[in-house]
């Protein structure tokens, strides 16, 4: 293969071999950048199923355009080999990255938030990755995570196809009754075969990120994460909830949680309760935060304002502070 054209891509050398296929980097013949271009193993060609898998996983990822998502260029088929031409990543799977230990809180955070935004991404056209785990994230050298592999994602058809070359009804059919994704790491409705949406990717992100921060899988069906750093445990605890709909209804919501966790952290947080201290008219005001679920006193913020007769949007100031957060306070009235 070294050597040799595929499309516009010529061959240097191989960087990844597996059960499905060949990995090779590429330069690209007209533009001079580098791709990854991954060949469909000779043994899978007429393996209907893989081939279903191979195609789908072009047509989903192509449909994307994040920067939490390894980019798709093109897709094709070379002297009888499906392959995909894709973005030239450096760096390692999260797989690989556990090897060296559970990861640091304010990585983990970063990571958090690069997953459930390229989850928000997907979800929003209608695609269902369904298996999300460490060996499907990519931490480049850059730190910045890539989503990858969404073979096989739960595509949503288009409502009106777009000509001869659109995905036909048979790209987006995935066989009843059949399990599909890594166990460890599937929703209870996915291992059940149920009807799923987005929320079964957000369980399974919330196993990895207790994976990643802790070095071990969950019990399944605890929510334990105590073990987890401080802040990222309530988050973790309710994406992981068995009942999907006790879990962040979009990946919006979660990447909202874990942004307002990174927000903590930069502050330091460093026990269960944080209490952060201004001066309202010369009289000391403090507000106590709970980082775990909220109470009957508390929103959803967790902030405890329970007959303070202060306004959401001035909690709301308090807990994100701006430029002009010193004004906001001073102008501010009971």
């Known amino acids: 293969m070294i050597g040799q054209t595929v499309s516009k891509y010529r061959i240097l050398a191989e960087i990844g071999r597996g059960a ?24 899978l060609v007429n393996d209907p199923e893989m081939l279903h898998r191979f195609e789908r996983e072009g047509v989903a990822a192509s449909a994307l355009n994040h920067p939490n ?14 392959y995909l031409a894709m973005e030239l990543l450096t760096g390692e799977a999260l797989d690989d990255r ?27 056209i209608g695609v269902v990755h369904r298996d999300i785990k460490p060996a499907n994230l990519f931490l480049t050298t850059s ?12 595509v949503k058809p288009p409502a009106v196809p777009l000509g001869d070359d ?58 334990n994460t105590a073990a987890l750093p401080a802040g990222l445990g309530p988050i973790v605890a309710r994406l992981m909830a068995s009942d999907a709909r006790m879990r ?14 990174a927000v903590g952290a930069s502050l330091g947080t460093p026990s269960r309760w944080r209490e ?17 679920a909220p109470g009957p006193d508390q929103d959803h913020t967790g902030l405890d304002h329970a007959g303070t007769g202060w306004s959401e949007t001035v909690i709301e100031r308090i807990r994100f502070p701006s430029a002009a957060w010193k004004a906001n306070l001073a102008s501010a009235s009971r």
């Open 20 to 43: 499905q296929g060949i990995v090779f980097k590429a330069q690209d013949m007209s533009l001079g950048g580098f791709a990854a271009i991954k060949i469909l193993a000779e043994k």
């Open 276 to 292: 952060s201290r201004y001066t309202l008219r010369r009289q000391p005001l403090v507000i106590r935060e709970e980082t775990g």
């Open 248 to 261: 962040y209804q979009t990946a919006g919501e979660a990447r909202e949680a874990f942004q307002r966790c």
């Open 69 to 82: 998502i390894c980019t798709v260029f093109e897709t094709g088929n070379w002297q009888g080999h499906p």
């Open 166 to 223: 659109a995905p036909t009804a048979a790209m987006f059919l995935t066989r009843q009754g059949t399990v599909l994704g890594t166990l460890a790491y599937m929703s209870p409705e996915q291992a059940c075969c149920e009807p799923l949406d987005g929320r079964a990717d957000l369980y399974s992100l919330g196993v990895v990120l207790y994976e990643l921060g802790t070095g071990e899988l969950p019990v399944r069906g605890s929510e």
């Open 98 to 124: 556990l090897a060296g230990g559970p990861i640091p809180g304010d990585q983990l955070i970063e990571i958090a938030i690069g997953v459930s935004s390229a989850l928000e991404a997907a979800h929003a």
């Open 143 to 154: 730190g910045q995570v890539k989503v990858l592999d969404f073979g096989l994602a739960k």
